[in-house]
């Protein structure tokens, strides 16, 4: 499958501020996880939203948050950035029905 | 606390040799074990996937094993070209394959010579 596209592909940010990462599944999936991928790391679950409510969270403090939309878009906000921030943030997105998940290309994000 | 603990970390192997990656985890409510491959600059993508009711699946090259009373599981890539040097990622989900977040492994890069 393909479809799941991220935006912005490269992002810098200033400590302390906030970033908003975006991502477009295709039509019909109707949940959507993110994850933060630290260089040379595995993906971490931040959470995961199923018809724009959120299902499922991971370790990651209330400054991560999001949002999923009925036209099958999804956002991460990050709020008072820190240098551990940076990494490539992943959306995923899956139909259900025993359908796996479908991976987009990321965010590079760095805060400096 | 590492869920999914992955080996080795990173891979050389000869064009036409098996690549094998093994991975191991503790919980027993995992019931999803799915393989990602990565490109850099991509995201992961689905290579194959298993049940635990299931001890082997087999896509073209690409072979699971499971070994469920061991808790252990591996990707086995037969006829390894140089178009699969790539990391590999194991995972583990416990509420199937859609619901369910993911448990990844810290990632194996594979490199493979011609």
């Known amino acids: 499958e393909t479809g799941v596209t991220q935006s912005p592909t490269h992002l810098i940010k200033t400590r302390g501020q906030q970033v908003t990462l975006r991502c477009s599944s295709q039509?019909?999936?109707?949940?959507v996880s993110w994850y933060q991928q630290a260089l040379g790391q595995g993906p971490q679950f931040i959470f995961q939203?199923?018809?724009?409510?959120?299902?499922g969270r991971g370790n990651f403090p209330p400054r991560f948050s999001g949002l999923q939309f009925p036209n099958y878009s999804s956002e991460l906000n990050v709020n008072a950035l820190e240098l551990d921030d940076s990494a490539l943030y992943l959306c995923?997105?899956?139909?259900?029905?025993?359908?796996?998940?479908?991976f987009g290309s990321g965010t590079r994000l760095t805060v400096v | 606390q590492q869920q999914v603990k992955q080996s080795p970390q990173s891979l050389i192997v000869q064009k036409g040799g098996i690549s094998i990656i093994n991975c191991a985890y503790e919980?027993?409510?995992?019931?999803?074990f799915p393989w990602y491959q990565q490109f850099p600059g991509k995201g992961p993508a689905l290579l194959i996937a298993?049940?635990?009711?299931?001890s082997e699946k087999k896509e073209g090259r690409f072979t699971i094993s499971f070994n469920k009373s061991a808790k252990q599981f591996s990707l086995h890539i037969m006829d390894s070209q140089p178009g699969d040097s790539a990391t590999y990622f194991c995972?583990?989900?416990?509420?199937?394959?859609?619901?369910?977040?993911?448990?990844f492994g810290r990632g194996t890069q594979l490199t493979v010579w011609p």
């Open positions: 919980n027993t409510a995992f019931d999803y």
């Open positions: 939203y199923y018809r724009e409510e959120e299902n």
């Open positions: 995923a997105s899956t139909r259900g029905g025993g359908y796996g998940y479908t």
């Open positions: 298993i049940r635990p009711d299931v």
């Open positions: 039509s019909g999936h109707n949940t």
């Open positions: 995972a583990a989900s416990d509420r199937g394959s859609t619901l369910g977040r993911l448990y």
